[in-house]
């Protein structure tokens, strides 16, 4: 006999509703037990029961179901029926059992490890759901660290769901990954409700937090800053979370030019959502640190390696001088380097018999960078600009608390790499130095399947992806991931999630071997799951839970395009003016005409950057500033023809 | 010293149960055997030879007065639920050598009877009893008396000398007597408390007071003793489904008389003469005679569902159910 004192133990408050059964053929173990009910009980697949017995108590879920008559075969019914389906019911009701087969979540005492004793069933009720969950050790006291994730629901039970968040932040083990069919608005809402309840409830002791988001299709997330309308039901759950259904109060939208550089490349251009949404607008320096991601496989050799390195090093940004270049270049913009790369050219060019190497790079090489690099300007025009004006995330004065979205959902596939690859890379630069402005960041990247496939070819995004799901919880980078199919991300991504959570899920891929941990019945309810409804597995539950969560306290993507209707591409001019007023609403858009009549529009879209970045107090005498005096076109006369001197031949 | 953990697990494996509310527990039989193991004189048994169990009733026939002269098959109707609540009543009851006095077998026996209710659909338990017994000579009991303090005896008759074989037979007799009074003490319990139709797995003949019950149906399957003879007897066994014999009163009853007639619940057509067949029992009373066919059609549609036993065509299934639990609690 154990005489150590069951410290969790407390007397049941429910009734009981079964008992543990166990035969030869289906024993009880110390991790699983079958148990059996009346058909009217409200255990269902997943409900978490206790089980006393003397000197032990055990915690379960409810993993499958199963009932039987005593029907010897169905011949029998047959007969009995006289072959007619559709005969009066039997008088006598058949005896029949409603047997469940429950998984362990959590003995007491702990030691000695033990077969689950015969003994009373009873569901749970919030008392012991905190302790089968082992959320006693963090969701409680003075040093509490539980973020809510919903509400376990059963049987009339209600209680809330706490994840730790030491194993969902780090240090101990952190990330975590959603999986669910898309139209459901599942993965997205688990999202938004989840990045809600950690910003309300993250533990001051643990410091400050930020989340970065791609959106990378529709308005999925574009409306975060932006009340919902939630029904009592909501707001009762999120009472009973200790949450207030409060829209996220500190977001910045960024997002690319489309190709005209002045037009916002996303669904997010309602006038009245100006505000906070700024251009992500990218110059050469920016980009060409993170060529690599936008070279395919065969491009990086080392020769193009040491000529990305020198151009990096020793150009861009510097005054670069060459005995064989007609002059010095200062290279800031992709205009810039273009330039640049027609010098050397023109000089091999013309060189003696013909020149093949400058500077010991081959000109295939420096043909091969410059056609790769010009690319870019082509492919993502509107993130990259020519003219060097950059308007980037605000590294080192991330707030916390502080909800970052980036929205790459009209780029181009090789945008969308780059603009991966450089803000998660110098969110880690920022954070190996901790001058990021904020001690953990979360990093919410969905559509996995696509960035960080099982198969294919190793890019820099997947290597990217990995790197933060192996490293990332030592520098308080967390990443938050989702995606269809998780059959189809990389295993090491998803096996580096410390929590993870799967919504309803395709019949097909929850018939997969990598869910046959799962019981059949578990991933059944799986394939159906109502809308609101999670299975989470985290480190502290021996066993994954169903919860249910509210709606998120945010519009839908749906919703905010009805509420707040993109508004439709406009003139040049117009889009200046309104990039203008988004800067300074009391401007009269004919003030702003005015000033860039007659303009060339690469010098407004310059003025017009630029003032975007500097965001000064009063942005039209800056826009005009930076405009610079207005030169008048004028029209050269043609000279008179002058006939050249009638030569020989002969110089000499 | 550790405590030895392994015996002691063995020891309480063994449980106590009440013999009806609020009586004392009574071991189980192999705890009993178990205790007289120990006993001086008394050799371990744990079974017995096959003369030993029990003669099958004596197949005879014993004329009835047969009361809807001439006796023919009737077509009884449809079949036609039982109103309201109904209760059915069953016993069982086992036997085990457990030791031996020299030639003189001592026995145990585990005798129960139950009534379950049916409201609605659904049935349930309203009253159980359970006896376990010695039964042997007085000698073998004497023996027997300090292991098995508190345990119920029924002594055998000495007025033969000790025989291995007879005592068994006469210890299985008095052990069906003893799941006859358990019977009859659950039935009267239950019709003390109500007066629903009650519907007991044998013969109503046993009980003065069940036989004069007019909300009482015994359903006899035994066919042993049979009512007719001659062409009659073809009538009375060739019954077709749905159909029932005529009444008729049966002779050389022990105890009361009551009424009867046989009844064909399933085709027996490529089967056996005796298949779906079962004699019906009721009150010895005129009303008897005239609702003879409304009872008949009432134990037609008990035949559905069919009783999960390989007698089902004449097992009810609410008489399974009796004997499905008790048999689940022994």
Redesign the interface.
Known sequence: MNDRPAAHRAPPSSPTVGRVVATELKPSTPHHFFFWTSRDSPIGIGAIVRVDAEERTVFGVVTDGFAYS???TPI??V????GDPAG????????EIRLYAAAVLRHDPEEPVQPVPLGAVRLADDADVVTALRMDGYAVGEKRSGIPVGVYAAGGCEAPVFLDADFLLGPEAAHLNITGVSGLATKTSAVEFLLASLFQTFPAHKGSIAALCFNVKGPDLCFLDQPSDLSDEDRRLYARLGLAPVAFEQVKYFAPFKADGVNLNTLRTHEALAANTEPLLWGLREVLDYAEVVLNRDDVDAKADAFISFLAERVVGKEFEDATLPRRFRVRSFADLEEFFRAILTVLEEARGGGEVWRTHHIATIRKIRNRLGNISTRAKGLVTDDGEVNDLPWGDFKDRGLYVVDVAGLDPLAQDLVFARIVSRLREHLERRDLGVDHVVVFVDELNKYAPGDGPDTYVRKMLLDISERGRYLGMVLFSAQQFRSQVHRRVVGNSGTMILGRMDGDEVALPGYATISPATRARLAALPKGELLVRHPHFTQPVFVRFPRPPVLSGREGIEMFPPRPEVSFEEAVVRRVRALDPSLSSGRILEAIAGRREEDVRRALHATIRARPEQPLPFLVRCLGKDVPIETVRSRDVVLPVRTSGEYY | MRPSIGSCALSRATTLEPAAPGAPALPRLSELRRRLAGVAGLVPATSEPIASRGRPEEARIIPARVLETPLVARSVGPPE??PGPVAFLDGIQRCEVLAYAGAMPLLGADVAAAVRE?VG???RTVHSERRRLLIGRPEALALADRAATGVPTIALSTEEPPHPLRDLDLAHSAAERAREEVERSVGDRYRRQADHWLVVDGSLAESPGWARDPRMIGVVKSHASLPVGGEDLRTYLELPAGHRSSVFQPASRRHAPVYAWGLRLWDWAGKDLLFGLVRVEAAPVPDTVASADRISRWLL??????S?DGR?DRLL??IH?VE?YLRARQ
């Not at chain 1, 007969?79 to 006289?82: L, P, R, S, T």
Request: aromatic letters at 6%.
């Open positions: 005593d029907l010897q029998h019914a007969i009995g029926a006289d009066p019911d039997e008088p006598s009701r058949r005896t | 639920p039982l049916r659909r659904d049935l549609a008990e035949r559905s569902p069919l999960a089902w299934y609410g159910g499905a």
